[in-house]
């Protein structure tokens, strides 16, 4: 399917309560589940902070895969959102440098490279989304100890996660630290292990939760979190068939004709297609039209034979 247009009025209420709690807090985390929105709620809640001149630059820490394929992707397919100048900024440090050096209203970099960022740049954006922010969850890790140096020059900081606390709400400590410095749950790690854990296992070299911690620290930290389950807010019909119809050519036809018969194709450059059993077949031939149908509709091949 080719990319549709999307414009403000196509968002959800829930992302527009997100929008405006980002606007409000400026400093906050969004703890949604995958499919509820988060690039493009604070996508627009960046957009809004740069209309009404409140910040200036944007920088966006994602993973490397999610850098590359998703932010300037999904700009791209809404309305409010295309005209941004967005500059990819991973690679190698020449490709880093020539997109950091370029003007643009976000950047986006993979966390990876947030220590070498800290250290080889002058620090220039007051806005900065992170996400998956359990990747900072580590105090010891460089990319926290980095960003953490940075935060003072940062207006609004937006986390965002699907699993904040993957092993426990030990690991929530270094993300709240870098929206708050501290206020909440404490201005270090030890002072946060000792006030809501107690020491657990053999010779009590790990921590468990107190009883009441959970409540006491999701009591803490409301006022600049939320958190939303995909099950409370997306109502999905449990199929969409969308039907493409392509005209194969007479060479394909036949191809086609004679790998569905014979369980083998012979291409140039001594290339075969071979199906093993007819599970595998109905593989192979469904492979073939998604590529040709690829080639006629000028969309990048996504799938190989």
Partial sequence: MENIKINKNNLHQYQISAIDFIYQQQKCALFLDMGLGKTVISLTAASKFLDDFLIRKVLVISPLRVANTVWKQEAKNWDHLKHFKINICTGSVKERRHNLDKY????????????????????????????????????????????????????????????????????????????????????????????????????????????????KIKELIKDIAISMESKDYLELPDKITLSEYIIFPDKVQTQYKELEKEFLLSLEQDTDIEALSSGVLANKLLQLCTVLFMILKEKPMRYMI
């Fill in 104 to 215: 643009a209203d976000i950047y986006v970099i993979n966390r990876e490279n947030i220590p070498w960022l800290v250290e080889t740049y002058k620090w220039d954006w007051d806005m900065v989304i992170v996400d998956e922010s359990s990747s900072f969850k580590n105090v010891r890790s460089n990319r926290f100890k980095a960003l953490k140096k940075v935060i003072k020059y940062i207006k609004s900081i937006v986390l965002l996660s699907g699993t904040p606390s993957p092993n426990g709400l030990m690991n929530l400590w270094s993300q709240i630290y870098l929206i708050d410095s501290g206020e909440r749950l404490g201005k270090t790690i030890t002072n946060y292990r000792q006030k809501y854990f107690r020491p657990s296992g053999y010779m009590g070299y790990t921590w468990k939760e107190n009883d009441d911690s959970d409540d």
